[in-house]
């Protein structure tokens, strides 16, 4: 008897690893489907106080609100857009790109005079490059061409899915809320509700503030890049100040991302009295907008959304990254606000708890 009831034991705990293993693959292979509804839920969360000015103050039904909602988000979206595509002619005019020697003339001037000027002050940093072949990466133009179609429709078809889960999301408010309310355990109804409400108000906040964070940079960018004379100013700072979203990676990128296009911007011109003390005035300024960032913004931002210490989200930010890379980062305090909503709601009695959620 006691055989069979081990037998039986081991048999179910393999039947329930084999099913989690089942699960995760599944969950794997379908992972573009939950990043389209992740991306959904966020632009529904954004939406959310439009649709709602909507209704309570111009008095519109439901439906109405979120047709215009979606209007107002896809007229952003194409000014967008639209806003790119003179960014990208005009780079494509600067870097010759339909002249592949042009192109690799124009660089290897800005390399040498670069190297003439660092040389000049001892520095001989590029040594290790002195070989480099800038031909070869031309060579890789059609792959390239081949690689942004595929992305391109890749694009269009994710678009497309976001735009369609969105609008469903945002019509039926509490579609969301009965497909998790389905899994939710008998007698615990009620406080998944009443958590669930707490964490849609405090992302939809979080995600309104990083909107104005990102509008913030924007203004500061284009400022500093209109002063000293860039081109597409206003575009090529929506475009850093985007990838501010990306906690402590994103301004890296974004610092390099400026530079390259100022200083692509004047490709041609003398680099020790021209290109260099542009692409100074731009780090000086770029740097001033990042302190900015870092000590007024983000800590704003953070204790008023989503009611947590700076450090606690520096911690959980470099968890998630180290956990899952860049998506990690990004997602981690989304995930952390509602973990600790749904903790404060379950397990309110324990210390540890009450500790992470008496702001809450």
């Known amino acids: 008897m006691e055989s069979k009831t081990i037998s039986k034991g081991i048999l179910q705990a393999v039947a329930i690893l084999i099913g989690v293993l089942a699960l995760l693959f599944f969950l794997y292979k379908i992972k573009a489907v939950i990043i389209y509804i992740?991306?959904?839920?966020?632009?529904?969360?954004?939406?959310?106080?439009?649709?709602?000015?909507f209704k309570k103050y111009l008095k519109f039904n439901n439906t109405l609100a979120v047709v215009i909602a979606m209007f107002l988000l896809l007229l952003v979206l194409f000014?967008?857009?639209?806003?790119?595509?003179?960014?990208?002619?005009?780079?494509?005019?600067?870097?010759?790109?339909?002249?592949?020697?042009?192109?690799?003339?124009?660089?290897?001037?800005?390399?040498?005079?670069?190297?003439?000027?660092?040389?000049?002050?001892?520095?001989?940093?590029?040594?290790?490059?002195?070989?480099?072949?800038?031909?070869?990466?031309?060579?890789?133009?059609?792959?390239?061409?081949?690689?942004?179609?595929?992305?391109?429709?890749?694009?269009?078809?994710?678009?497309?899915?976001?735009?369609?889960?969105?609008?469903?999301?945002?019509?039926?408010?509490e579609i969301l809320h009965k497909a998790l309310y389905a899994i939710v355990p008998n007698g615990s109804e009620g406080r998944f509700t009443k958590s669930f409400s707490k964490i849609k108000d405090l992302l939809s906040r979080y995600f309104i503030g990083l909107v104005f964070q990102i509008t913030i940079l924007f203004v500061i960018y284009t400022v500093i890049l209109l002063l000293v004379?860039?081109?597409?100013?206003?575009?090529?700072?929506?475009?850093?100040?985007?990838?501010?979203?990306?906690p402590y990676i994103g301004p890296v990128i974004g610092l390099f991302l400026i530079l390259f296009l100022t200083m692509t911007n004047n490709v041609g011109l003398d680099f020790r009295t021209q290109i260099l003390p542009t692409a100074l005035w731009v780090l000086l300024g770029y740097s001033f907008a990042q302190l900015i960032d870092n000590f007024?913004?983000?800590?704003?931002?953070?204790?008023?959304?989503?009611?947590?210490?700076p450090l606690e989200i520096f911690l959980v930010i470099i968890i998630g990254g180290l956990l899952f890379g860049i998506t990690g980062m990004v997602l981690a305090v989304p995930t952390y606000t509602a973990i600790k909503v749904i903790l404060k709601e379950f397990l309110a009695e324990n210390k540890i708890v009450k500790s992470l959620t008496r702001q809450l």
């Open 296 to 309: 007024i913004s983000q800590p704003v931002i953070f204790s008023k959304s989503v009611k947590s210490h």
């Open 79 to 173: 000014g967008i857009g639209s806003l790119l595509i003179p960014l990208i002619i005009k780079q494509g005019e600067n870097l010759s790109l339909l002249n592949s020697q042009e192109i690799k003339s124009n660089f290897e001037r800005l390399y040498h005079q670069a190297n003439e000027y660092l040389l000049s002050r001892n520095i001989n940093i590029f040594d290790e490059i002195k070989d480099i072949d800038f031909a070869a990466g031309f060579k890789q133009i059609p792959n390239l061409l081949n690689t942004f179609v595929s992305a391109f429709g890749s694009f269009t078809v994710g678009l497309f899915s976001v735009l369609f889960i969105s609008f469903f999301l945002m019509k039926d408010k």
């Open 38 to 53: 992740a991306i959904a839920a966020v632009v529904s969360l954004i939406a959310r106080p439009i649709i709602r000015f």
């Open 229 to 246: 004379g860039v081109e597409n100013a206003i575009v090529i700072a929506f475009l850093v100040a985007l990838l501010n979203l990306i």
